[in-house]
């Protein structure tokens, strides 16, 4: 069985306790990803997209330095978000991979690969919140 097969079977025994904990900790592992992005013009910061069940491989032209938009997009996604879906968090604009590998003095590690590290701490903080 893969990740997704073995979420749901977590989410499916522990019920809206465990969709809780799915949400928060993608909602904390976007944000880090939106908030650790360089900004030049704000484009590549509000070129996060959120898809859930499908990856949402768009683009946008607008400038939003602070990621506002991205970060709204985020929240609303997840908020419809089903045990067994895939939460899709992409950035599709053709220099993200060199972003991502150190292009920008800004973000020298990258965003991604620096919210995957916290992957664990994001889960075990969205289920303190549940206490």
Same mark, same amino acid.
Request: net charge neutral; aromatic share 8%.
């Given at each position: ?20 904990? +799915?949400?928060?900790? &993608?909602?904390?592992?976007? !944000? @880090?990803? $939106? ?39 985020? +929240?609303?996604?997840? &908020?419809?978000?089903?045990? !067994? @879906?895939? $939460? ?44």
């Amino acid at each position: 069985m893969g990740f997704a097969a073995d979420l749901k079977r977590l989410c499916d025994a522990a019920g809206d306790k465990a969709e809780h904990v +799915v949400r928060n900790a &993608a909602l904390d592992l976007g !944000g @880090q990803m $939106i908030d650790r992005s360089p900004v030049d013009t704000g484009r590549f910061k509000s070129n996060w997209m959120t898809g859930i069940g499908v990856m949402d491989a768009g683009t946008t032209s607008t400038y939003d330095a602070n990621g506002e938009q991205a970060r709204r997009k985020l +929240v609303a996604e997840v &908020a419809g978000w089903k045990p !067994g @879906q895939t $939460i899709w968090i992409v950035n599709s604009l053709p220099y993200a991979y060199r972003l991502e590998h150190g292009w920008s003095e800004q973000a020298p590690a990258g965003m991604v690969r620096l919210a995957v590290q916290n992957y664990a701490e994001a889960v075990a903080k969205a289920a303190r919140e549940l206490k």
